[in-house]
């Protein structure tokens, strides 16, 4: 009850805000900008964020300034990406899983082994012509996309069962995210999904509310996962990344040049990121296996690959996201991924 009368004495206080930011545009609107998102203030991706507010506020001389709400104190995923929908919030961090609801094109994302690797999640998502066509497909609906940040591949991780292949799945109830795509992939494994927010996974993984949880290998450290989880397998079954949006209309109102420093500067973000990140995920391992005891299995993909097929031929023939399909997949779309 206490946690919904901050969130709703917040997000009053952000309107009023929004609201008085909303008379400045004159000279470009670039001040007191507000950007929320879900993670501890000692995840990478906070880090890479405030590296982005370092960057804003460095290349305006102090003309733009932005302030960092973490841990969800705005609301979950769901919650932050509607408050920026109405410019509430400025701009936000929130996994493309979440997006999916919003817009059809983030699916393509939680389609399990669409890519072959990171190196070719990577190659696609430095090309502006597969990007653009992401980033620009919300700006109907009140954002843009910005830039991503790599939140490595997703792989499944349980209480107390050690799972070899899709056999092993039966009965496994698996937290996903809020996203229909994860929800049909955990089905088409032969589990049972469990829709929800990221903020109630420990609790739920420690009652015994789900069996089991998919994610990146930070959230076993970071958010503790792996005080409550014993075993992790190396399923990397999708490759799914942060994404930092940002309302529109706000983006209109700024000056072009600096407009040009949002863009300048998230790109410097993605950058930093990049190290960041790869330092973190080396670090969870090791902890989540030394200080935590979490056990680490290689799993035989095969099974796991080939009872997803069925999805990617159903996005393929979807007449939104086959071209998506098409642009990610290019020449190959037809062929085993
Ligand atoms: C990742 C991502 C979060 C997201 C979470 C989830 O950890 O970085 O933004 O909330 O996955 O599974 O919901």
């Given at each position: 009850m206490r946690k919904y009368f901050v969130l709703f004495v917040s997000v009053s206080i952000l309107l009023l805000l929004g609201a008085c930011s909303n008379?400045?545009?004159?000279?470009g609107d670039g001040h007191n900008m507000i950007l929320a998102h879900?993670?501890?203030?000692?995840?990478p991706v906070h880090k890479s964020l405030e590296k982005f507010k370092e960057e804003v506020e460095e290349r305006s001389d102090g003309e733009m300034t932005m302030t960092l709400y973490a841990n969800g104190q705005l609301g979950d995923e769901r919650e932050v990406i509607e408050l920026t929908q109405t410019g509430a919030v400025d701009v936000t961090k929130v996994s493309a899983g979440a997006l999916e609801s919003f817009r059809p094109e983030y699916s393509i994302f939680g389609l399990p082994y669409l890519f072959e690797d990171t190196d070719e999640f990577k190659e696609k998502m430095s090309d502006p012509e597969i990007t653009d066509v992401i980033y620009n497909s919300s700006e109907d609906i009140g954002f843009v996309g910005l830039t991503y940040f790599d939140a490595g591949s997703r792989s499944l991780y349980t209480r107390d069962r050690v799972v070899?292949?899709?056999?092993?799945?039966?009965g496994l109830k698996v937290r996903v995210q809020p996203s229909a795509t994860s929800v049909a992939m955990i089905e088409a494994l032969g589990g049972t999904p469990t829709p929800m927010a990221y903020g109630e996974v420990y609790t739920s993984l420690q009652s015994g509310i789900i069996d089991a949880a998919e994610n990146n290998l930070t959230s076993l450290v970071s958010s503790k996962h792996g005080e409550v989880a014993d075993h992790w397998m190396y399923t990397e079954h999708a490759i799914v990344p942060d994404m930092l949006i940002m309302n529109k209309q706000r983006l209109d109102r700024m000056t072009e040049e600096q407009r040009q420093i949002i863009h300048d500067s998230a790109e410097a973000a993605n950058a930093f990121h990049e190290v960041v990140w790869n330092e973190a995920t080396e670090a969870a391992a090791e902890e989540a296996q030394n200080e935590m005891g979490v056990e680490f299995h290689e799993v035989d993909k095969s099974s796991f690959i080939e009872s997803v097929q069925p999805l990617h031929d159903e996005m393929k023939a979807d007449e939104t996201m086959g071209p998506i399909y098409d642009l990610f997949k290019g020449g190959d779309s037809d062929e085993e991924s």
């Open positions: 008379a400045s545009s004159a000279s879900n993670h501890p203030t000692d995840h070899e292949d899709t056999e092993d799945m039966s």
